[in-house]
């Protein structure tokens, strides 16, 4: 029978500021990727997102991204490969010190925003965040867009590279995401959300904007934690998954 593990952005609030539903988000996902304040999230924030994470049984990954907390990690940042490579590798060990004093370890990477987009074509920065998964550790994988120039750099370096969808995204006929800029970009009706990603799971297939077919597989689909109704929208995936015989369960 198929299998796939469900992702979420999670972590993702600033001191006085809240974003998401974590905890709630927490009982339909199997994987967290959790903000390592670079992009959101604060000490505390982080912290008390790995408690609950551990709480219910879902696994722990970086969520890592450009050094740019005023816009949210989504925008380019033309940093050096060493200055990219050396921030990662911050992010990363800050979050495994709250991670473990909550009683787990990071288990995956999953680049966030501009970052995950950027290296699916940018080399240069694709191999400074893989650079510093080797250099934190070489035994987890990296989570991408099916395709991305990062994919084929972190096998190179023996690292494994596993391939995402998103449930609430729409996408372009070449299999990039349509950009948060352009209407139509977030998808928000659940029981049209739970088909694409049922279809996706036992065929493979996801529609683009223009009503072409592209072929996925995937290791994981991702609902945005940010996304409204994003609690709704996971439980309808995960339930429509398993009504359709698929196992729901962490690649970690």
């Known amino acids: 029978m198929p299998q796939i593990d469900l992702n979420s952005d999670v972590g993702e609030s600033f001191g006085s500021w809240t974003m998401g539903d974590d905890a709630a988000v927490f009982q339909h996902v199997t994987s967290a990727n959790v903000a390592c304040g670079f992009h959101a999230g604060d000490p505390s924030t982080i912290a008390q997102t790995a408690r609950d994470a551990v709480a ?29 490579a050396d921030d990662v590798l911050y992010q990363l060990g800050a979050l495994q010190a709250l991670a473990r004093a909550a009683g787990a370890e990071v288990k995956y990477v999953k680049p966030h925003g501009a970052l995950y987009n950027a290296i699916v074509h940018h080399e240069v920065h694709a191999r400074a965040v893989v650079d510093a998964v080797h250099a934190f550790d070489p035994t987890i994988p990296l989570l ?23 449930a609430d995204r729409a996408y372009n006929p070449d299999g990039t995401l349509v950009s948060r800029r352009e209407p139509g970009s977030v998808l928000h009706d659940p029981a049209a959300i739970t088909a694409n990603m049922v279809r996706l ?39 429509g998954l398993e009504a359709a015989g698929v196992t729901v369960r962490s690649f970690a």
């Open 56 to 84: 219910a049984g879902v696994r722990i990954g970086a969520h890592v991204g450009y050094r740019d907390l005023a816009g949210f990690g989504r925008r380019f940042l033309d940093c050096s490969a060493t200055e990219l």
């Open 144 to 166: 991408l867009l099916p395709g991305a120039v990062a994919q084929r750099t972190a096998e190179a370096r023996g690292l494994t590279a596993l391939s995402e969808a998103f």
């Open 201 to 239: 799971a036992t065929e493979g297939i996801i529609v683009a904007t223009d009503g072409s077919e592209l072929p996925v597989q995937a290791d994981s689909i991702c609902v945005h934690g940010d996304t409204p109704g994003a609690v709704a929208m996971a439980a309808a995936v995960r339930s």
